[in-house]
């Protein structure tokens, strides 16, 4: 009885993987870890899961850290801060409530991955098999995740910012609309452009707006939570989407981007540049129902807003 216990836990593993490859093949986003959280969430039952990559033949050695219930990594600084802070066993052998770390190996000697689960409200087995199954397999999809984001890469990031650009713009604004139908939770766009950027490029250069511009996508991002997001729409344009937010906590975001801009000297080949941005705020569902409607009204609130003023925040009504 208890061999056909195992064997039918063993078989369900198994199809709960084959399910987790095929979302990952079949996810165009370059945030492809999700897929692993969602995975783990429903596995475990768990209050919060943790990843984080770790490489100590680079100077820095963390390189990536995500989280699946948007804390922050600033609670969660490092390893040790995660050991003395909680009851963790690295182990697949969780009892209900408990802590738990997922040690995988990567590619060379001085590279691993960790999930961090908080709070496991679904027993593991103690299993030899079953860890070694799930451990290797775990470490299989990793490999396949990086090499993925690799492409993804390639894709979908602007080659002059380092922001996401419009193909994944596309994907994002498709996904956060099928997560209101879910959730019911909205989600706000600001639709920024620069002032006179065409002075900018006559007066300096194409190469030192380009610098500019570069410089301006670091404040943006700097500005926004680790869950929103922020793109290179095209030109001197940029766009935010801020996930879960109201328009009222959108329009504090645009003003304090606004605001940074504003009061930064742009320092580039020994002269001193200043530009400033207009900020057009829209919220889904309060002020568009589809993707292609909402870039439109946050386009239009941003160009009233130039019209009347420069350097100025402007809601969609």
């Known amino acids: 009885m208890a061999k056909q216990v195992f ?4 078989r369900d593993l198994v199809d709960e993987f084959e399910k987790l490859h095929a979302s990952i093949l079949k996810t165009e986003s370059p945030r492809s870890y999700g897929e692993f959280f969602s995975f783990f969430d429903k596995l475990l039952n768990t209050d919060q899961i943790f990843f984080w990559k770790k490489d100590f033949a680079k100077p820095k050695g963390k390189q990536k850290f995500l989280s699946f219930k948007k804390t922050s990594v600033v609670d969660f600084k490092n390893i040790r801060q995660i050991q003395e802070k909680t009851n963790f066993k690295e182990s697949l052998c969780a009892m209900n409530g408990a802590d738990l770390m997922l040690k995988i190996p990567g590619a060379h000697t001085k590279e691993f991955f960790c999930f961090y689960f908080v709070n496991v409200k679904t027993e593991i087995p103690k299993n030899e098999t079953i860890r070694h199954f799930f451990t290797h397999r775990v470490a299989g999809l990793i490999s396949l995740v990086e090499k993925l984001a690799e492409v993804q890469q390639l894709n979908f990031i602007d080659d002059v910012t380092g922001l996401y650009n419009q193909r994944y713009l596309n994907i994002l604004l498709d996904q956060e609309i099928e997560r209101f139908k879910r959730t019911n939770m909205s989600f706000c766009v600001l639709f920024i452009d620069v002032d ?4 900018v490029n006559d ?5 030192v707006g380009s610098q500019i511009l570069k410089e301006i ?6 500005a926004i939570r680790a869950v929103d997001f922020s793109f290179r729409y095209g030109g001197d344009e940029f766009l935010t989407v801020l996930t879960n937010t109201t328009t009222e906590q959108a329009m504090n975001v645009a003003k304090r981007i606004c605001d940074t801009v504003a009061a930064t000297p742009f320092l580039i080949q020994g002269k001193s540049i200043h530009v400033t941005l207009s900020i057009g705020v829209a919220c889904f569902p309060d002020h568009a129902q589809t993707k292609e409607k909402i870039i439109q009204v946050a386009d239009h609130a941003m160009y009233c807003g130039k019209k009347s003023s420069r350097n100025i925040v402007y809601v969609a009504s």
Not at 7 to 10: M, S
Not at 217 to 222: E, F, L, P, S, T
């Open 7 to 10: 064997e039918q836990q063993f």
């Open 203 to 207: 007066d300096n250069g194409h190469m």
């Open 196 to 199: 006179h950027f065409k002075n």
């Open 217 to 222: 996508g670091v404040i943006v991002k700097g």
